[in-house]
């Protein structure tokens, strides 16, 4: 793609975490960006007025909850009707209900795999038609290493998180002819609210697993990302791993 100059990007879960230093990374590299958000508008609109410079409409937050198929095309839509066009969708939102097999309730299942895993086809599903007409598009799914490694008390998380990496290149397969590249990342334990969660004692296990001796920045993840938009031309259905060598393949 080259510059990002004047391209759209959508970014789901961009209100905080990950997503939004996706949002403000490929802003400030001159990307339009839709900071979608499902709950909270105000760090979302945060977001937006950071990368809104001199009032130019170069970004606007989109309420959608994206497990919900309706809203994720919704979502696709107002886009659509605002910009004109896409060229970028980053499929970040997320969530985990952490638990052994012995206690998760289905419900809690489900919820993690429509969430973590569905919302991404729905996107795409509702974006294919865009990308199709426009010959063009890059698609980065937000996997985990946990879906490649699994780990304790997420089996439903692990899932979800691997089901991403199947759908990755099989899209990548389906959409080549159309000049659309499909491409997950796999980070390792970032710094980031979802990570916070984790008791401090955990927190120092964890260090001393990862080679790199430390925990991710999210501008990391956000920097490749950008890396994928404007350089990765010819690379498609990969999975790119960001996880100070917690996991190798
Ligand atoms: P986070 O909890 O800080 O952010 C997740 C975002 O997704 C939040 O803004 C949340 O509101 C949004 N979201 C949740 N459900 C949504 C829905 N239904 N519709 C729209 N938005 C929704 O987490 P994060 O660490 O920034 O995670 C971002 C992504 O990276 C997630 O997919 C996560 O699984 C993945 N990941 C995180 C880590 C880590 O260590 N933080 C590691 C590997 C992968």
Redesign the pocket.
């Known amino acids: 793609m080259g510059s990002l100059e004047g391209a759209v990007a959508v970014v789901?879960?961009?209100?905080?975490?990950?997503?939004s230093a996706i949002a403000e990374e490929l802003g400030y590299a001159g990307a339009r960006v839709v900071v979608?958000?499902?709950?909270?508008k105000e760090p979302a609109e945060e977001v937006v007025e950071k990368l809104s410079g001199n009032g130019a409409e170069q970004a606007v937050a989109i309420g959608?909850?994206?497990?919900d198929a309706d809203q994720a095309r919704e979502l696709i839509e107002e886009t659509l009707e605002r910009f004109g066009r896409i060229d970028v969708l980053v499929n970040?939102?997320?969530?985990?209900v952490d638990k052994t097999m012995k206690k998760l309730t289905t419900d809690e299942w489900d919820r993690v795999v429509q969430?973590?895993l569905n919302?991404c086809y729905y996107t795409v599903k509702a974006a294919l038609p865009q990308f199709i007409e426009q010959e063009s598009g890059k698609i980065i799914n937000?996997?985990?290493?946990?879906g490649q490694a699994g780990n304790f008390g997420q089996t439903n998380?692990a899932a979800a998180?691997a089901g991403i990496i199947g759908f990755t290149k099989s899209a990548a397969q389906e959409l080549a002819r159309y000049n659309v590249t499909v491409n997950a990342i796999?980070?390792?334990?970032?710094e980031?609210?979802?990570?916070s969660a984790v008791p401090e004692e955990v927190k120092d296990r964890i260090r001393q697993r990862i080679p790199l001796g430390r925990i991710g920045e999210?501008r990391e993840v956000a920097r490749a990302v950008r890396f994928l938009v404007e350089d990765g031309d010819y690379i498609t259905g990969q999975t790119i791993n960001i996880n100070g060598g917690i996991y190798m393949q």
């Open positions: 789901t879960g961009a209100g905080r975490g990950m997503g979608n958000y499902s709950r909270s959608a909850d994206v497990s970040n939102a997320g969530i985990t969430v973590d919302s937000i996997s985990s290493f946990v998380y998180k796999c980070p390792g334990f970032i980031t609210e979802m990570f999210p």
